[in-house]
Nanobody, 116 residues
Protein backbone atom coordinates (compact mmCIF):
# COMPACT_ATOMS: atom_id res chain seq x y z
CA UNK A 1 0.00 0.00 0.00
CA UNK A 2 1.00 3.57 -0.69
CA UNK A 3 -0.24 6.63 1.16
CA UNK A 4 -0.10 10.09 -0.42
CA UNK A 5 -0.39 13.36 1.47
CA UNK A 6 -0.66 16.68 -0.37
CA UNK A 7 0.13 20.15 0.87
CA UNK A 8 0.41 23.66 -0.52
CA UNK A 9 -3.05 24.51 -1.75
CA UNK A 10 -4.70 27.84 -1.10
CA UNK A 11 -6.05 31.09 -2.50
CA UNK A 12 -3.95 32.93 -5.07
CA UNK A 13 -4.65 35.94 -7.25
CA UNK A 14 -4.67 35.52 -11.03
CA UNK A 15 -1.16 35.64 -12.40
CA UNK A 16 0.28 34.34 -9.16
CA UNK A 17 2.22 31.20 -8.37
CA UNK A 18 1.67 28.21 -6.15
CA UNK A 19 3.64 25.08 -5.33
CA UNK A 20 1.97 21.81 -4.39
CA UNK A 21 3.86 18.98 -2.72
CA UNK A 22 2.98 15.35 -2.21
CA UNK A 23 4.79 12.97 0.10
CA UNK A 24 4.48 9.25 -0.42
CA UNK A 25 4.83 6.64 2.29
CA UNK A 26 4.39 2.89 2.54
CA UNK A 27 5.49 0.66 -0.33
CA UNK A 28 7.07 3.52 -2.25
CA UNK A 29 9.65 1.20 -3.86
CA UNK A 30 6.78 -0.06 -6.01
CA UNK A 31 5.86 3.33 -7.47
CA UNK A 32 6.52 3.96 -11.14
CA UNK A 33 4.54 7.04 -12.09
CA UNK A 34 3.58 9.98 -9.88
CA UNK A 35 1.56 12.96 -10.84
CA UNK A 36 -1.19 15.46 -10.27
CA UNK A 37 -4.78 15.50 -11.39
CA UNK A 38 -7.46 18.09 -10.72
CA UNK A 39 -11.21 18.24 -10.53
CA UNK A 40 -13.32 21.37 -10.72
CA UNK A 41 -16.95 21.35 -9.56
CA UNK A 42 -19.19 19.59 -12.05
CA UNK A 43 -16.33 18.27 -14.13
CA UNK A 44 -14.39 15.04 -14.44
CA UNK A 45 -11.02 14.59 -12.88
CA UNK A 46 -8.32 15.47 -15.40
CA UNK A 47 -4.61 15.01 -15.71
CA UNK A 48 -2.40 18.00 -14.95
CA UNK A 49 1.08 16.48 -15.11
CA UNK A 50 2.84 13.17 -14.53
CA UNK A 51 6.44 12.10 -14.12
CA UNK A 52 7.87 8.62 -14.44
CA UNK A 53 10.60 7.01 -12.38
CA UNK A 54 13.06 7.81 -15.17
CA UNK A 55 12.02 11.46 -15.18
CA UNK A 56 9.88 11.54 -18.30
CA UNK A 57 7.13 14.13 -17.95
CA UNK A 58 3.79 14.79 -19.58
CA UNK A 59 1.61 17.85 -19.21
CA UNK A 60 -1.94 18.73 -20.06
CA UNK A 61 -2.11 21.20 -22.94
CA UNK A 62 -3.93 23.65 -20.70
CA UNK A 63 -0.95 23.98 -18.35
CA UNK A 64 2.04 23.59 -20.67
CA UNK A 65 4.54 26.37 -20.18
CA UNK A 66 3.02 27.37 -16.85
CA UNK A 67 3.52 24.25 -14.77
CA UNK A 68 6.56 22.17 -13.86
CA UNK A 69 6.46 18.77 -12.20
CA UNK A 70 9.47 17.40 -10.37
CA UNK A 71 10.23 14.37 -8.27
CA UNK A 72 12.67 13.77 -5.46
CA UNK A 73 13.15 10.04 -5.10
CA UNK A 74 15.15 10.33 -1.90
CA UNK A 75 12.42 12.35 -0.21
CA UNK A 76 9.61 10.38 -1.88
CA UNK A 77 8.00 13.62 -2.98
CA UNK A 78 6.52 15.03 -6.13
CA UNK A 79 6.13 18.78 -6.54
CA UNK A 80 3.96 20.80 -8.88
CA UNK A 81 5.13 24.37 -9.46
CA UNK A 82 2.36 26.43 -11.01
CA UNK A 83 2.91 29.91 -12.43
CA UNK A 84 0.75 32.44 -14.24
CA UNK A 85 -2.29 30.94 -12.59
CA UNK A 86 -5.73 31.56 -14.10
CA UNK A 87 -9.22 31.38 -12.59
CA UNK A 88 -9.83 28.25 -14.66
CA UNK A 89 -7.05 26.53 -12.70
CA UNK A 90 -9.35 26.54 -9.69
CA UNK A 91 -9.96 22.95 -8.63
CA UNK A 92 -9.18 20.30 -6.08
CA UNK A 93 -5.75 18.93 -6.93
CA UNK A 94 -5.06 15.28 -6.25
CA UNK A 95 -1.72 13.57 -5.97
CA UNK A 96 -1.59 10.27 -7.82
CA UNK A 97 0.78 7.32 -7.90
CA UNK A 98 0.78 4.21 -10.03
CA UNK A 99 2.71 1.10 -9.14
CA UNK A 100 4.58 -1.11 -11.57
CA UNK A 101 1.67 -3.54 -11.25
CA UNK A 102 -0.79 -0.88 -12.38
CA UNK A 103 -2.33 -0.19 -8.98
CA UNK A 104 -3.48 3.41 -8.55
CA UNK A 105 -3.28 5.45 -5.38
CA UNK A 106 -4.77 8.84 -4.62
CA UNK A 107 -4.23 11.54 -2.06
CA UNK A 108 -7.12 13.24 -0.29
CA UNK A 109 -6.85 16.37 -2.44
CA UNK A 110 -5.98 19.99 -1.80
CA UNK A 111 -8.05 22.99 -2.84
CA UNK A 112 -6.53 25.55 -5.18
CA UNK A 113 -8.55 28.71 -5.74
CA UNK A 114 -7.51 31.43 -8.19
CA UNK A 115 -9.46 34.58 -7.55
CA UNK A 116 -8.98 38.29 -7.03
Amino acid sequence: QVQLVESGGGLVQPGGSLSLSCVASGSTFNINIMGWYRQAPGTQRELVAIITLSGTTRYADSVKGRVTISRDLSKRTVTLQMNSLKPEDTAVYFCHAESFQGVHYWGQGTQVTISS
